[in-house]
């Protein structure tokens, strides 16, 4: 299945976890209980599992509530449930993401990730974070990569926002204008 499939498939689930966590006011808790839900699912002894014929919902639901379970509470427990019983535990590594999404934007957070060519200092990272947050109008959650094949420079992410500031971006434009 590709990934659009799986955001496809995992939308409702996520929304409907989403609504479920803010009425009851556990946005936090069930977004760490899917993240640490989604963790499970992932691990290699635990995927192996997910699609064996011999391995009941029930059986699966139990597994992965007893890990991140306590704190979703029996909402939560439920949910992980209906999941497993409709063969759909693979794709809590989805949901959890577009839970926090929701979240984020719930809470006027916006998630922004940075690629520099080098590691960005505390200062740096504070500037960006203060002009993004200006720019974009909500707090920042700033995440940092590096790559140093963008020569210089950074990429930044935020969303369907992109700003290309690298320096590998700038060569490659100017390469294009002198040879058209």
């Known amino acids: 299945m590709t990934t659009g499939?799986?955001?496809t498939v995992s939308r409702p689930y996520a929304k409907a976890a989403f609504e479920e966590a803010r009425a009851s006011g556990r946005l936090e808790e069930w977004s760490r209980g899917l993240a640490v839900?989604?963790?499970v699912v992932c691990d290699p002894r635990v995927a192996g599992l997910l699609d064996n014929p011999q391995v009941m919902p029930a059986e699966l639901a139990k597994l992965v509530t007893g890990i991140?379970?306590?704190q979703l509470g029996d909402v939560g427990r439920n949910f992980l449930l209906m999941l497993a019983e409709n063969g759909r535990l693979v794709y809590?590594?989805?949901?959890s993401t577009r839970l926090d999404e929701l979240k984020d934007e719930a809470e006027g957070v916006a998630d922004v990730t940075v690629t520099s060519a080098t590691p960005l200092?505390?200062?740096?990272?504070r500037r960006l974070s203060e002009a993004l947050a200006r720019r974009l109008k909500r707090q920042v959650k700033l995440h940092c990569e590096t790559d140093p094949g963008?020569?210089?420079?950074?990429v930044v992410r935020a969303g369907d926002l992109v700003i290309d500031g690298?320096?590998?971006?700038?060569?490659?434009?100017?390469?294009y204008e002198l040879t058209s």
């Open 5 to 7: 499939d799986k955001t």
């Open 37 to 39: 839900a989604a963790e």
């Open 68 to 70: 991140a379970g306590p």
């Open 92 to 95: 809590l590594p989805e949901i």
């Open 121 to 125: 200092d505390e200062a740096q990272r």
């Open 150 to 154: 963008l020569i210089g420079g950074a």
């Open 166 to 175: 690298s320096l590998r971006a700038r060569l490659e434009r100017l390469a």
